[in-house]
């Protein structure tokens, strides 16, 4: 895969503490990369060092299609975690501004900001004035001005938060199809389930320290025992701690949920369920990456 | 086009397309014509009424009085009862009753009673009163009218300075209001260019703009633009006043302002603008709600004013110390020079060369300092930066 984007050894220091430290990662080009981690990770810092709005104590931030040493910064799109544009301007002035910071053709602008303001159900909305939309219209305009440009690579920060459910699908397939078209999307977000949804690999932080990089199957497989829940009239006569694949049994009211041991056999386990065993629903899944983030978050699970 | 022109260019094109600022650029001019008008304008209007003036005269100059006086303004009326029998009579408004008698003459004190609150110009009916008492004791030492009349004539000083010309600084006047104006505009225009930066941080634009623009282009745009926005504004007053001096006033603003001294005089203007300006935006930028600033950025606001402490001393003596001191300290330069240039014959053509020179080196470490703290400041949420946090910034 041809790697857009490489992070080599970066960190940083604010203050005397040390926010990103030795970090390591890469974009491929079309792929939407997750950056996952508790609040005060250090993601925000990582992506300020790429966009170069600051710049990291040691490292390296390479692209790999520009050969000068700078930033590439009309090639890269990017939605702040500080949500905000001109209060009193008008939306289409706003965004042919931040389009011809980006030296993108004013006409060819245009002509994209009336097509993703009808695609954002904001048609008719061009000569309005920021101020006058709502909190969630507002976002969408800013998610268009970091997408209008047709960048390489797109750096979204908490592109989800404060959007509604409607919006947010509307937001997940947009970043598909942008991926789909060979942009290289760095989404940090906190909504897990969107996360498991989009992405094709995750780079996860805490503490400033590499926690898990990877595919994100690979890291469910390696990180995420399967569990087993089990919902029956089965009260305290089960003890499936017994088994010897299990690690430990939570029961709430008549719902039993049953943690395996690492590569423990869920087929085993199953064979062997007794028939007395009352079932009324059953589910075998693995650990949610809500559940890892969790884990990290609670300091559950070591850095690296 | 570069960065620094792109973001100039939408500063302009933000501020002409709102309506306040539209409409400061035509109120601002009027407010100064309202408010230095109008008062003389209102306090003429009063004196512009007549006003009776009754004289009991006991001493015989009631007729030289009465010439005295233009009917419209004062008119008076002799009048032999007292000032009870004036006031039993019932009339008040706009009278002043006079009591002209030896007593009076002999104690050098001559009473003016007014019968309402209603004065009239007093210094007039003094000057009146005292030219045709002089009059009458030189007359009575023996001098004839014509003597009194030669007496009477004043002289003025000409005043040739150590060039052997005459002076003449009214020559100088109109390119000095000129360049005034533009000086002026700094106030009027660097808190635009204070709240520009502050603005871009309330409405929390700054990190977008920066993932497409360097700090140094912002900043710059921010100060070209806000430059030119003031220029804008100079134009417009110009526009409305020149015709105005024109037509009404009879000054040939255009032949006056080709002098030699003009060149100068806008290039300290413009370097006092620069200087003045990268401090603003780069103070704008430590702030983020100007409802809660605190008073150490608002201070810088009174840097512009400095000269103004200097203009007493300079306009007794043009190249005195307090002048000369007036013209190295850079921050009082473009002022105290504007001053000095209209004022002074010549100014020696080392001082200007010195200060000029002065100024653009620090204004370059100005705006070099200023981009420094606008890279870290604007970046900085939440709070304002305090003093501290700006020295600290200043010097990392």
Redesign the interface.
Known sequence: MEKILSIDNISKEFGGKTVVNHISFEVYKGEIMGILGPNGAGKSTTI?SI?G??YPDSGRILFHNHNSKGIP??K?G?L?E????????KVM?VLL??A???CYPKDKAKKRILEYLEKFNLKGKEKVKIEELSKGMAQKV?FI?SILHEPELLILDEPFSGLDPVSQDVFKEEIREIAKGGTSVLLSAHQMNLVEALCNRIFLINEGKKVVYGRLEEIKESFANFKCTINGNNGYNVDFTLFPSVERVESVDDNKVIYFKKGASVNEFLQKLSKDIDIKELHIDRISLHDIFVKIAKGGMNND | MT?TL??AS?EI??NLT?KSFLISIILTPLMMIIFGGLPSLLSMLEFNQVHTLYVRDEIGIYQELEASFNEEEIKVLQYDGTIEDLRKEGKKARTSYLELNEEAMASNRINLYTLDDAKPNTSSIEAAVNQIIENRKMSDLGLSNQQIQELREGYSLNIINAEGEKEDFMRKIIPAIFAAIIYFSIFISGSMTFQSAT??KK???????????TPRDLMQGKIIGCFVLGMIQVLVWLAVGIPIAYYLFDIPVFQLLAIKELPIMLLFALLGYLLYFSMFVSLGSTIEDPASAGNFQGMIFILPMLPFMFFGPILANPHGIVAKIGTYFPFSTPGVMLVRITLANQVPAIEIILSLLILCVTTYFVMKLAGKLFKTAI?M?GKNATPQEIMKWLRH
């Open positions: 300020r966009m709005i600051i910064i009309n890269i990017y702040p500080e949500r905000g544009l001109y209060k009193n301007v002035d501004y931040l011809d910071l980006k800013q001005a | 960065n792109k973001v939408w094109k933000k709102n603005q871009e409405d929390k634009m700054v990190e977008v703009l920066m993932s497409s623009v970046l949420y």
